[in-house]
């Protein structure tokens, strides 16, 4: 029977690791306990995993294959996955392919059988640990509280991404022509030429675009501009 040991030192360096967690960069994260997934067909893996993570503060969620925990709805919470590598059905390998995209949950695997091929294709394709069993429950808490600030990161960028996204979709079409050849360096004057407008009616339309998309300055409006992914209209 594969068995993970719960420490007294673990639960001394890593109660409290989940309130850490949800503090990063020096901006909380309210209600958002981290979840911690665990698929393993393991039962008594599972529970031992169950119980490790309840003491660190996160919360756990147990799945006996890839197609149970596939089938359970994207959190919108930081998280992590602790999987193992041989599953029945979709192995942990072929679960980390379909999940590539999911940047916000990195991924720990914990083998009983590991190889350095197997080893080197988990990590290749993302994952940020490869634990060979048997392996203390400081090593496991630690990748773990790791890949939850990770996570906490992902889930910020991300969500602050979609302010900028919600921001810019509701500029007016002239609105966002003006921001492209602004960013691209042109002056109201250049920008009017471009448009056959005035210049004080760009100079409207960049006012109205700046303050729709809270932008200080140009360099932070270009830095904002960046970050959509946003191409220069200029011909």
Known sequence: MRTISLERSATAVYSGSAARAAEVGGHRMPDATPIV??????VSVRESLELLIKTAGWRPET?????D???????????CLVLDVTLPGLSGLELQQRIAERTDMPIIFITGH???????????????EFLTK????DVLLGAMAGAIER???????EAELQVLRNAYASLTPREREVMALVVAGLLNKQVGGELGISEITVKAHRGQMMR???ADSLPEL?????RLGLQSSRK
């Not at 925990?69 to 998280?79: N, W």
């Not at 590991?114 to 940020?128: F, L, N, R, S, Y």
């Not at 996570?151 to 960028?157: E, F, I, K, M, P």
Request: aromatic share 8%.
């Open 63 to 67: 799945f006996a294959s890839a197609h």
């Open 222 to 226: 270009v830095t904002m501009a960046a």
């Open 212 to 214: 729709k998309m809270k």
């Open 114 to 128: 590991g190889d350095v091929p197997m080893t080197v294709q988990a990590m290749k394709a993302g994952a940020i």
């Open 134 to 137: 048997p392996f203390t429950s």
């Open 37 to 42: 997934f665990v698929v393993d067909d393991d």
């Open 151 to 157: 996570s906490h990161l992902a889930v910020r960028h």
């Open 69 to 79: 925990f596939l089938s359970r709805p994207r959190p919108t919470v930081p998280c």
